[in-house]
């Protein structure tokens, strides 16, 4: 496994949607629309306010970082004792959308990157790599 | 999102038990008075740090004669580093929600 310094987890979900960008940031940013297909929570789209999301496994503790109407939305992502940010961006793609959410983890040296970094999870996660490293 | 990260959490949250349970991964099996002998606790509540390691999956005792050895079991940990295809499992299932409502929606 690699312990590179700069090294981030990111997820990438993207995907072509038949509708305009504007119909679906409402689905993204309207809490009652949200609740439908995310999770129950208390958004508003404006930059750092704070919010969570809740579903019957637990709670995402979440702060808005960037937004930008029908095109791009991001949010601090802590769960679990993992921080992450996602990251909405919509692009038109003919008449529908071209709807992209990527999720970066942080590594422990970059925690400083991030406040609320509640744990120190991403410390011993990344010394159980180095070992598992070493176990294969 | 699934319990077991929930339960491995709670169980690692613990210093003395996070400490045990690096040393196993790190030295190999040991047996409990070994580990206690650099634990800076008692006896008993190495045993108790260990059953808890033990009923989460993260460590497996041997019994050979008197002596009780223990031994970490890393593939207890799959379900914290595999977090990146977790997570675009349950992205993906979240977008086909999302498809379905918009296609609910009104314009």
Known sequence: MNTEATETL??????????????????LTQPHLIEEWLMKSDFKPAVDHRFSFRADWGAVDCQVMAIEPNKTLSYTWAAHGLDSVVTWTLMPAGTGTLLRMEQSGFRPDQKQAFHGARFGWQKFLASLEQTLAKVD | MPNAHDALFRTLADPTRRALFERLCREGE??????????????????????VLRQAGLVRDRHEGRQTHYSAQLGALAPLIDWTSQMAGFWQSRFDHLEDLLKRMDQ
């Open chain 2, 30 to 51: 040991q047996t409990v008075g070994a580990l206690t002998a650099q634990s800076g606790v008692s006896q008993p509540a190495v045993s108790k740090h260990l059953g």
């Open chain 1, 10 to 27: 990111t997820v990438v979900v993207e995907r072509e949607i038949p509708f305009p960008p504007e119909k679906i940031w409402r689905a």
